[in-house]
């Protein structure tokens, strides 16, 4: 009986290992699938910040990983553009983090998480799933224009709130409403097909 025991415990220790070399992976791979969509960028002509297809993989990250590992996955992603690797839209390094894009990057890991327990809450297949996905989207924009203000601050620009809206808010709120409902369509598809939920 005790050497029963014995091989169940192993091999529920076996089975949790491996359950977090996937989870950790799984985050891995969704960091590396934001860094490419840094790679889908688009300039208006009125202002510094680009349109990417960030946006789409951190509400992604949270919708199908959940909120605890579409956090790591972001955190990964922030801290390899930290020290040096060009997965940002402007690069990599601390410079990049410190340019206009800088509060968009590091609202990823908290709107990620939101994103992801909003979801997880009301259910993948419901209506609210949209807004729940959309949820990441104001995090990102409440990170974003704030470090937008601080930005312009420091170039010694005229910090005016309707113009911060309209260069760092305004044009990407169609283009990103767009990518939350992507989301909402596409995570449960995804969540089933996890090896590990």
Do not use: N
Not at 70 to 77: A, K
Not at 102 to 121: D, Q, S
């Amino acid at each position: 009986m005790r050497a029963r025991e014995h091989i169940a415990l192993v091999e529920e220790e076996q089975s949790a290992s491996r359950r977090l070399t996937l989870q950790l992976a799984a985050a891995t791979a969704f960091a590396a699938l934001t860094a490419l969509g840094a790679r889908v960028q688009f300039y208006l002509p009125f202002t510094p910040v680009p349109l990417t297809g960030q946006v789409f993989c951190v509400l992604l990250a949270g919708a199908v990983l959940g909120p605890r590992l579409g956090f790591i996955s972001q955190v990964q992603y922030l801290a390899a553009g930290a020290v040096g690797l060009p997965v940002f839209a402007h690069g990599g390094g601390p410079a990049a983090l410190l340019g206009p894009t800088g509060g968009y990057l590091i609202g990823f890991p908290l709107a990620a998480a939101v994103a992801g327990t909003l979801y997880g809450r009301v259910g993948s297949w419901s209506w609210l799933a949209f807004p729940a996905c959309l949820s990441g989207v104001v995090v990102i924009y409440i990170f974003g224009a704030a470090w937008y203000v601080v930005w312009i601050a420091a170039l010694g620009g005229a910090v005016a709130l309707p113009v911060v809206l309209a260069q760092s808010v305004f044009p990407f709120v169609p283009v990103d409403a767009a990518k939350a409902a992507l989301v909402a369509g596409a995570a449960p598809w995804l969540r089933r097909r996890l090896p590990f939920r």
